[in-house]
């Protein structure tokens, strides 16, 4: 298996721009969530879907992001308009539950400047 | 919230054991286990149920005190690859039984030779 998936690796854009992080989750995990890592937050929670529904959006910091996962393979985070204060490493993992774990993708690396 | 780790930094060398812990002030359902390596994903590496210890690959094992809501992380005779950032993840069952993660601090463990 490939493992789970995202698109871009990196990401550079200027304040104001719409920002589109993509996730293929690994094939027959059913939970996928969306993290993003800071020096100062650690690893945070922001989104996380069950069977393609979204159970918990409690970790999404403002209206400007927003999830979406239109089928099982696939998953988008979009901030708009983007901020600096956006720039982190966003990671996408997906979970088939029980005792697996998570499995992470590569993460995106968003700069806003 | 977010669970606490401690140390929040550890210096070992080769061979030398660690001891990491995880505090939640919350009852918690399960505690992961993840490492990090400096610019990549987390990696599983265990996972602990209720009480339950587990040994995971390598020398590495971990302990799970419900009562306390404490996981300790156990690496024993620490190899260089051991090297990155632990981070522990705690679940709380949600109303839709289904799983959440809140990572913790984490823990920079550096193995020199």
């Known amino acids: 298996d490939a493992g789970v998936i995202q698109s871009p690796r990196h990401e550079v854009t200027e304040m104001g721009q719409e920002v589109t992080l993509r996730c293929k989750p690994i094939s027959g995990h059913n939970s996928l969530f969306w993290y993003r890592q800071t020096m100062m937050r650690g690893l945070e929670l922001l989104i996380y879907?069950?069977?393609?529904?979204?159970?918990?959006d409690s970790g999404m910091p403002e209206d400007r992001f927003s999830a979406k996962m239109p089928n099982a393979s696939f998953s988008t985070l979009k901030i708009q308009p983007s901020e600096p204060r956006d720039s982190a490493v966003y990671f996408c993992?997906?979970?088939?539950?029980?005792?697996?774990?998570?499995?992470f993708g590569s993460g995106t690396r968003l700069t806003v400047v | 919230q977010q669970p606490v780790q401690s140390p929040q930094a550890v210096i070992l060398r080769e061979g030398e054991d660690a001891v990491i812990n995880c505090s939640s002030s919350k009852a918690l359902y399960s505690v992961h286990w993840y490492r990090q390596k400096h610019g990549e994903a987390p990696v599983f590496l265990m996972i602990l149920l209720k009480g339950g210890e587990q040994k995971g690959h390598e020398k590495i094992s971990a302990s799970f005190n419900e009562k306390k809501q404490q996981s300790s992380l156990y690496l024993t005779a620490s190899q260089l690859s051991y090297s990155g950032t632990y981070f522990c993840?705690?679940?709380?069952?949600?109303?839709?039984?289904?799983?959440?993660?809140?990572f913790g601090t984490g823990t920079r463990l550096t193995i020199i030779p």
């Open positions: 993992a997906s979970s088939l539950g029980g005792r697996l774990g998570y499995t």
């Open positions: 879907f069950n069977n393609n529904v979204p159970i918990d």
């Open positions: 993840g705690t679940e709380i069952r949600s109303n839709f039984g289904n799983e959440k993660l809140t």
